[in-house]
């Protein structure tokens, strides 16, 4: 994996979460990982990208979504595209369980950057899991 | 021009009805959801009269993603997050990293004195 990118649906909380990954009790694991940040739109990406494309595109650069990704589960949906297109070697998709307390309660998103640095710090056995709820 | 809902999706972002309703139920305000999800206030009015118009369907989708959501992770992807920190832990001990937590027995992080 070569870093983490966030959704357009929660771009405000995975700005809160790589500041609580870089303060003292995690920085330097954090750090050790040697992780890029990418923006949609130095991927190529556009807000309206189908999850197909941004998915696709996360797997070709090695990059792990991180998204609040609130919908039914439709022939379009992330869901139906991990199904269609996983395969064992794929990188999971992190998605945020309460995207409004990360954003109201530190507390809570302290434990979902914990749970996070946890994760990432088993991404190799991680691979084709298709989804991993934070926290 | 005016805002299309279209798959759930708002003015085709990546952002759908159910991210707004989350914040509604959560009691934000419509320029507080704006804010958080990089809304106009007519895609934000757009969304909520939607969820307005057709409430017991989009409740119905609402609840089954709620109800996936607290479900999280089955025991054994939890486990990762175990091996996840003890990796830590060693990389901690190996490289003398000072990242100030510890695991106690149960695999829970807490923090030294």
């Given at each position: 994996m070569?870093?983490?990118?966030?959704d357009?649906?929660?771009?405000?909380?995975?700005?809160?979460?790589?500041?609580?990954?870089?303060?003292?009790?995690?920085?330097?694991?954090?750090?050790?990982?040697?992780?890029?940040?990418?923006?949609f739109g130095e991927l190529g990406l556009h807000p309206r990208s189908p999850d197909t494309d941004v998915w696709l595109k996360c797997q070709a650069e090695e990059l792990l979504l991180i998204t609040a990704n609130r919908?039914?589960?439709?022939?379009?949906?992330?869901?139906?595209?991990?199904?269609?297109?996983?395969?064992?070697?794929?990188?999971?998709?992190?998605?945020?369980?309460d995207a409004n307390r990360v954003l109201s309660e530190r507390s809570y998103a302290e434990l979902v950057a914990d749970r996070l640095l946890e994760y990432l710090y088993d991404m190799g056995n991680l691979r084709g899991v298709g989804r991993l709820y934070l926290p | 021009m005016s805002v299309v809902i279209v798959n759930n999706r708002v003015?085709?972002?990546?952002?759908?009805?159910?991210?707004?309703?989350?914040?509604?139920?959560?009691?934000?305000?419509a320029a507080e959801i704006?804010?958080?999800l990089s809304l106009t206030p007519e895609q934000v009015e757009a969304a909520v009269r939607y969820i307005g118009e057709r409430r017991d369907e989009v409740?119905?989708?609402?609840?089954?993603?709620?109800?996936?959501?607290?479900?999280?992770n089955p025991p054994e992807?939890?486990?990762?997050?175990?091996?996840?920190?003890?990796?830590?832990?060693?990389?901690?001990?190996?490289?003398?990293?000072s990242g100030?937590?510890?695991?106690?027995?149960?695999?829970?992080?807490?923090?030294?004195e």
């Open positions: 070569k870093g983490l990118l966030a357009v649906n929660n771009v405000k909380q995975v700005r809160v979460l790589l500041m609580l990954l870089q303060e003292e009790s995690r920085g330097e694991f954090w750090l050790h990982l040697g992780l890029t940040t990418p923006t919908n039914d589960d439709g022939p379009d949906s992330l869901e139906a595209t991990i199904r269609r297109h996983g395969t064992p070697q794929s990188l999971p998709v992190f998605t945020l369980a | 003015d085709g972002l990546r952002v759908t009805i159910y991210d707004v309703l989350h914040y509604l139920e959560a009691g934000r305000s704006a804010d958080i409740m119905a989708a609402h609840r089954r993603i709620e109800e996936r959501l607290a479900r999280g992807i939890e486990a990762h997050a175990r091996a996840g920190r003890a990796r830590m832990e060693e990389l901690r001990r190996s490289k003398g990293l100030g937590k510890e695991v106690n027995g149960e695999g829970v992080a807490c923090r030294r």
